[in-house]
């Protein structure tokens, strides 16, 4: 189980907490590898962010997506 630490005390079960996954890197870096991903069938385009700049720097780009966690 865990419990958020947003100030509320419901709990949720791990199994159906999704993760997030992020990619850091150029524009291009990110796009390209958002690309692979949906044709490896990993996830589709759409779940993740626009890729947004980081602040201090020229070239980092942040990305996220998250998932729920597969079935085992």
Known sequence: MFTGFDGSDRAIDDS???????LL?????IQSTINQLQV?????RIR???PIPVLGSDW???SM???DRAAE
């Not at 159906?16 to 992020?22: D, E, K, L, N, S």
């Not at 890197?25 to 870096?29: D, H, L, P, V, Y």
């Not at 490896?40 to 589709?44: A, G, I, L, S, T």
């Open 60 to 62: 980092k780009y942040i």
């Open 40 to 44: 490896v069938r990993f996830c589709e």
């Open 48 to 50: 993740w962010s626009p």
């Open 65 to 67: 997506m998250e998932r």
């Open 16 to 22: 159906r907490r999704p993760f997030q996954i992020y």
């Open 25 to 29: 890197g150029t524009r291009e870096e």
